[in-house]
């Protein structure tokens, strides 16, 4: 670094997201990570994942609607990266939901989605192809899109050009 300072490294991301009930998230994400969480207490949790490295604690509070997260997600390098994660998400019992060959926040990208109890999407995806140019159309870009419980209670993306594939169960 230029002015001397020591260059710190960072070991792993934190993200701590509210629930309302701690118990119905640990299952959810005990199924979507597939590792038990190394700490849990009254309305508290924390799975210590190593891949991607991320530190992620799960807080009980009360909340009425959704809140102000748009979406989580995990960048793998190939599409066969995001049909295995897909495949695990299954082989838990999550009810995962496809987007192939879309058009999201200025780049093709195909993806699958799950959203915990508390309607927290998470995608997995690779990129394609970035750097789109703007349309005409604006709008707001990768805002998850819910769709019904009966449609495995997953989000797909705001922006996609193309429809969305639900995966047969």
């Known amino acids: 670094?230029?002015?001397?300072?020591?260059?710190?490294?960072?070991?792993?991301?934190?993200?701590?997201?509210?629930?309302?009930?701690?118990?119905?998230?640990?299952?959810?994400?005990?199924?979507?990570?597939?590792?038990?969480?190394?700490?849990?207490?009254?309305?508290?949790?924390?799975?210590?994942?190593?891949?991607?490295?991320?530190?992620?604690?799960?807080?009980?509070?009360?909340?009425?609607?959704?809140?102000?997260?748009s979406h989580l997600g995990i960048q793998v390098g190939s599409t066969e990266d995001v049909l295995a994660v897909r495949s695990k998400w299954q082989e838990s019992g999550l009810a995962p939901r496809d987007e192939m060959q879309t058009d999201c926040c200025y780049a093709v990208q195909d993806k699958a989605w799950v959203s915990d109890p508390d309607g927290n999407s998470w995608e997995v995806f690779v990129v394609l192809e970035d750097n789109l140019p703007e349309k005409a159309e604006g709008g707001v870009c990768c805002a998850p899109v819910a769709t019904s419980q009966a449609e495995g209670g997953a989000a797909s993306c705001g922006c996609a050009t193309a429809a969305p594939v639900t995966l047969s169960r």
């Open 1 to 69: 670094m230029a002015d001397g300072a020591k260059e710190v490294t960072a070991l792993k991301a934190h993200l701590a997201i509210n629930v309302r009930d701690v118990e119905q998230s640990i299952q959810f994400y005990h199924k979507m990570f597939g590792i038990e969480p190394s700490k849990v207490r009254t309305g508290y949790a924390k799975f210590d994942v190593q891949n991607p490295p991320l530190n992620f604690t799960l807080n009980q509070v009360p909340f009425g609607e959704r809140g102000a997260l």
